[in-house]
């Protein structure tokens, strides 16, 4: 990827060993995101468990967090969508 | 929920504490016209940028800064946004009582600030109508793009946030819609399955809540907001591993301040002075003055690093800020915006005589703004002396620029406001 930037840069920089390995390096890791979002979401999914499973064991309240936590999530999504969809009306195509 | 329809008389404290919502003065009214003139000002120039595109800023690539003041306030509201929830968090977690009063002052200040942020990312955006590419092209970019796990996290904690804010607030609506019976309908749509029960599972979860949420604030201000910029070896002045903490204290500092600040506007406007004491701003306000000076030993850290043996364009960069284009508003920034008012701030803590709840809201209300500049010096600088060899580029925001940005806070303030008549916004307790 940093080859091709270089190479379209047209900047008379030659591409170096480092650039090369570091592109390599960019290239293997492809997924470190999965094990960045893992660690960072790991831990708030097992505590939410745990808020839930906590004394006194009811379901109603859990049941209502997991649905407004849904709710919420798909209004998001959806607000991104129509968003989109708004903006498309407004911006120059 | 029909005996819950009977409207007994509050008692003072309560009548006291749901004063913005049962009065409403000329001067509200006022208020609104006054942030509707900028939010709907913010919207025209919007317009303007969508329909002629972002050269009306003064963002330029690949010479000059392709971010400018919109980041800088996106970056701003993401560690605002940590304060209140923060607050909340400690209190649950560490039996921090005595500043309950504040605590859902700073959990609307989550919610609001989390959207001001959205907007501002999306505002910065030159193509906003392809904002739903960030769904459909979710799972291919999640994998290597820092700006996707930004999106994700933000959005759980913005969740979470809402979520917690929502749970923590069901008690309270149950005495509103006692007293406000025209809008018992509104409320009870909040109180959806409500049992008089459900207090004590509602405690229980929120203490699990606190530690995912305290979780997620390091992960977010610490984590993967400073990751955007200190992942990128191709910025001098970004790439760091300080870059995480460095943020992260500095989201702390600005909530912590903004906490404080709307708790003292909110304390005059209302005469609470009975329920939120100089007792929570004493506190709050060390707080916020040791880890300010805190900040300023990360500054120097960084700065010394930059400067000591670094590469030239770390150096140049450092330069920019100690003597270049950037000196007149670093060294304001640094000794009246942070050193002063951080002085101010723990002196009164060791001379307790000295203290002043005025003087300690006016000392956050500085650090604020110097918390807004900071971030706007992280995020330019470094943009306009890139390590291609292309010319050195120079920027300041254009009037569009400062239009939006001035139009997001008063559409921050004025949703404020909107919640302060519509919901309680210190914990009722028992009536």
Known sequence: MIDLLFRLSDLGIPVSAIAAEVSDRQTMSGNIGFVVLAIIV?????????????????????????????LLISAIISSFAAAGMLLKLVIPQ | MAAMMRRPEPDRTTAALLRPMLNTSRAFYFLIIALFIPAGWFV????????????????????????????????FFVGLAHGGIAIAAAIRLLNLTKYTPVARIGEVLTVISLMMAG??????????????????????????????WDVTVIIIYFTLSSVYLWLTMR????????????????????????KPDEEHKIERMSWWLSIAIVFLIVMLSGGVVPWIFGLLPSQPGWFSALAG???LTAAIGSAIAAVIVVSGVLRKLFKWQEYIKPEIFKGLGTFLGIITLFYIYLILAEQLTMRYAAPMSEFLISEKLFQGEFAPIFWPMLLLGFFTPAIILVSQAIHPQWFGTTRTILAAGVIVAAFWVKRFLIVVPSLLRPLLPFPEGSYSPSWLEWSIVAGILASAILLYTLFLKVFPIVELGEE
């Open chain 1, 42 to 70: 790991g831990p708030v999914v097992i505590l939410t468990i745990a808020s839930m499973l906590e004394h006194p064991r009811t379901f109603r309240i859990p049941t209502l967090f997991i649905g407004s936590v849904i």
């Open chain 2, 171 to 194: 008690k309270d609506l149950v005495l509103c819609a006692k007293r406000f019976p025209k809008l018992s309908w509104f409320y009870k749509i909040f109180l959806v399955g409500y």
């Open chain 2, 44 to 75: 025209y120039a919007w317009y303007l940028q969508l329909i002629q595109g972002l050269g009306l800023t003064s963002m330029r690539t690949p010479v000059g800064a392709p971010w400018g003041a919109y980041i800088a306030n996106f970056v």
């Open chain 2, 245 to 247: 903490p460095y943020f």
């Open chain 2, 119 to 148: 907007l501002s990312i999306t505002i910065d955006m030159g193509r906003p109508d392809r904002i739903f590419n960030i769904v459909i092209y979710w799972p291919q970019r999640v994998g290597t793009s820092s700006l996707s």
